[in-house]
């Protein structure tokens, strides 16, 4: 499993892929953040705060990691070496995982520059360090969650289709509709005394609640249920060609 995993980490790194999307996220980010005089500014907002990397990050990471994960599997059933690869001696899951947590390390590595802002917006409050320390760690790991979730989503758009363009448009649609989908769901009002009922089952209603640095054991098994959920639809759609 680990040699498969570096060879997925390796095939991130290797490729243009990998570096295009910590480029790219770090760029949209920053220019919202330190150049377009939007309310995510820093320099305009005159409060020491992150509060705009950590509302548009989602939106980024709703494009990247569909982009990250469509040729995790794709690739493989176009190729025809998903076969071969299902013959060697790993189980579905460790397959999945290794692919999975591949996914993972290129988000943690998309993540990590971004703690240049923090230290950037640590510097500059008055006085120096007046920042929510709890708050922003709380977003950090919301943020880290959410990613989790949208690879492991990916990972199962990927492997019901050979072509990676439809993979990724599969994965930004589940993607999007389990992150905004149910708040729009909400806001219309329509059921009543089940509308926060309704809220409560999209992840942006989860991220909000940890982003404000209280870690509530409700949002993280939530999380924890949408990766499994997806693993295991990316394990049955596996199984499926056994079929």
Request: charged share 10%; glycine share 8%.
């Amino acid at each position: 499993m680990f040699t498969l995993l570096k060879k997925e980490v390796s095939n991130f790194l290797s490729s243009l892929i990998g570096f295009v999307v910590i480029i790219v996220f770090l760029i949209v980010n920053g220019l919202f953040l330190w150049f377009i005089p939007l309310d995510f500014n820093i320099l305009d907002y005159g409060y020491a705060g992150l509060d705009g990397l950590f509302l548009i990050a989602p939106f980024v990471f709703l494009f990247l990691i569909p982009a990250i994960t469509m040729r995790s599997f794709a690739d493989e059933n176009k190729s025809g070496t998903i076969e071969i690869l299902l013959t060697k001696p790993l189980t579905d899951f460790q397959i999945i995982f290794a692919k999975y947590l591949a996914s993972i390390v290129l988000i943690i590595l998309s993540l990590l520059p971004t703690l240049i802002y923090f230290y950037s917006v640590y510097q500059l409050g008055l006085p120096k360090g007046n920042i929510d320390m709890g708050g922003t760690w709380g977003s950090y790991i919301g943020l880290l969650l959410l990613g989790a979730s949208f690879a492991a989503i990916g990972i199962f758009s990927s492997s019901v289709t050979d072509n990676q363009i439809v993979s990724f448009i599969i994965s930004v649609f589940l993607c999007g509709s389990i992150y905004i989908g149910f708040e729009l769901i909400y806001s219309l009002a329509l059921f009543g005394q089940f509308d926060l009922f309704i809220k409560s089952l999209g992840i942006s209603h989860h991220y909000t609640s940890i982003s404000r640095g209280v870690i509530d054991t409700r949002d993280i098994i939530y999380y924890l249920s949408i990766i499994t959920f997806f693993i295991l639809l990316t394990k049955l759609s596996l199984q499926s060609r056994k079929w």
